[in-house]
């Protein structure tokens, strides 16, 4: 029995397909979606042909409260390194080169999303 999901669940979702139809159109490789390490999450690992890229999703249907970039907080980035550490170790990469991303989308209603691609947003420590 599969859990429902809340709307904003789904908001994320939606937000992640449109992240990966936009980095696909610049002919980055999506490597994985939604990958855990412990209580850590990195939405979208792809390779550009030069580095890895670990990047975070955040979408809204709005911009009320601020941008989706804005979301994301230093708790979140700790984490991001954490995941970005293991996913390294899992696959025998350590040392690759890596590329931090936030991909701020916002989805209203009857409009096209609304896209920022803020490459490099943060590095690695």
Same mark, same amino acid.
């Given at each position: 029995m599969s859990e429902k999901k809340t709307? @904003?669940?789904?908001l994320g979702k939606r937000g992640e397909d449109v992240a990966v139809t936009f980095l696909e159109? @610049?002919?980055i490789q999506i490597l994985e979606r939604n990958y855990h390490f412990m209580k850590a999450e990195i939405d979208i690992v792809a390779y550009n042909g030069r580095q890895i890229i670990f990047a975070e999703? @955040?979408?809204r249907t709005s911009t009320k409260f601020g941008e989706p970039e804005e %979301?994301?907080?230093? @708790?979140k980035k700790k984490n991001m390194y954490a995941a970005a550490e293991a996913w390294l170790y899992e696959r025998k990469m350590d040392g %690759?080169?890596?590329r931090f991303d936030i991909i701020s989308v916002v989805i209203r209603e009857g409009e096209e999303p609304r896209i920022r691609h803020f490459e490099a947003a943060f590095w690695y420590l």
């Open positions: 709307d @904003k669940q789904i159109s @610049k002919d999703v @955040k979408t %979301a994301v907080s230093e @708790k %690759a080169p890596v």
